[in-house]
């Protein structure tokens, strides 16, 4: 169930992405000759119009074929014809660049949506970030846990909502994030009883935990990260504006987080244990999916700004390279050489294929 609904996830993304090239080729009248969903070789196709809608065996992504993205090549195949004014690359470079520029546009549009459907039915929130509105059924909740560590080994898990926490001497009294970090720190020996609440599963559950010393600062920890949590449900005018935000938010947090993954890598300090592939991408969706319909929907916008993002990356074969040498174009007044861009364009291709089978062969790994 989980791998079905990790594809039906990955085919609004890149439909929604491909339909932004495609839509603003056809607007600015550039022949469209086909829209692909996943990578060759071809499962089957039918032509509708000019253009060709084909699905691919690799579910990994997809493509628009534009008539004139490879010059040299359409040049040897199909020569001058009366379509010539109808090439991408015989169109104004601003047009160009709004074509490259729309999927991932589209991708932020979508995220856009999500959080703001999300907030009409009821969007999990942090009661530190909701000043503009009220919150109901709040809830002390597990933001993260700590791999390895004893909140870990006792099953507990992100999405789940503590109701009591006591020892064999005490019971808190206050259900919060520094009453709960204080009682830790005053019991560091003692077994800790947390009765939690899970997804949909209304059951309650039971995670024993003993502290363990922090290596940072020392003192006893479970290994959790917490906030209080509710659900905001807005009005439709309401959940626009604090989707647009929150996808803001996502964007400005994405950004960072990727900025500073690239300079760890390049400082030799990177790790793949903070990057996720296809295969544990899967196991997400699924937990996902356990908390409720609204966790899918912002998990889904969160891929779809990670998705834009990458996208925007100057490095071959991304939208952001091929910008990036539109740019190039503009400022030198002429065309860079078809063959340099192909090849560039083709081992860009080469080596993100080469790295996310690397970060798969980690996601396997990761599940024994």
């Known amino acids: 169930m989980n791998i079905i609904i990790f594809v039906v996830i990955l085919l609004v993304l890149v439909l929604v992405h491909e339909f932004g090239h495609f839509f603003s080729a056809k607007k600015f009248g550039i022949r469209v000759d086909e829209f692909g969903f996943g990578f060759p070789p071809k499962l089957f196709g039918f032509k509708k119009g000019e253009t060709e809608y084909s699905l691919n065996l690799l579910p990994l992504g997809g493509f628009v074929k534009i008539f004139g993205e490879n010059p040299e090549l359409e040049q040897a195949q199909y020569g001058a014809g009366p379509d010539e004014d109808r090439k991408f690359y015989n169109k104004p470079k601003w047009k160009q660049a709004i074509v490259l520029f729309a999927g991932v546009f589209m991708n932020f549009i979508l995220a856009w949506i999500l959080f703001s459907v999300g907030f009409m039915s009821g969007l999990p929130t942090s009661v530190s970030s909701s000043s503009n509105y ?70 309650i559950h039971i995670a024993k935990v003993r502290p363990a010393q922090s290596s940072i600062d020392g003192e006893p920890m479970i290994g959790i990260s917490m906030d209080m949590i509710g659900l905001a449900k807005l009005p439709i005018f309401s959940a626009l504006k604090e989707g647009m935000a929150l996808t803001f938010f996502v964007t400005k947090g994405t950004v960072v ?112």
């Open 134 to 203: 009220k919150l109901s059924d709040v809830n002390l909740t597990v933001v993260s846990v700590l791999p390895e560590s004893p909140a870990f080994n006792a099953l507990l898990k992100s999405g789940d909502k503590i109701i009591s926490v006591k020892s064999l001497s005490e019971m808190v009294d206050q259900i919060d994030p520094d009453t709960l970090k204080s009682f830790i720190v005053s019991h560091p020996k003692e077994e800790i009883e947390i009765e939690y609440l899970r997804g949909k599963d209304e059951g």
């Open 257 to 368: 987080g990727l900025y500073t993954l690239i300079i760890d890598g390049l400082q030799g300090k990177g790790s793949f244990s903070s990057v996720t592939g296809p295969v544990g991408m899967v196991g997400i969706v699924g937990d996902a999916y356990q908390f409720g319909f609204v966790y899918l929907l912002s998990f889904t916008a969160l891929i779809s700004v990670n998705l834009a993002i990458i996208n925007l990356l100057p490095f071959p074969a991304l939208d952001g390279g091929r910008l990036f040498f539109l740019l190039i174009e503009k400022l030198k007044g002429s065309r860079i050489d078809p063959k340099f861009a192909n090849t560039a364009n083709l081992i860009g291709f080469g080596i993100l294929i080469l790295l996310m089978l690397v970060v798969t062969y980690h996601d396997v790994v990761k599940l024994f």
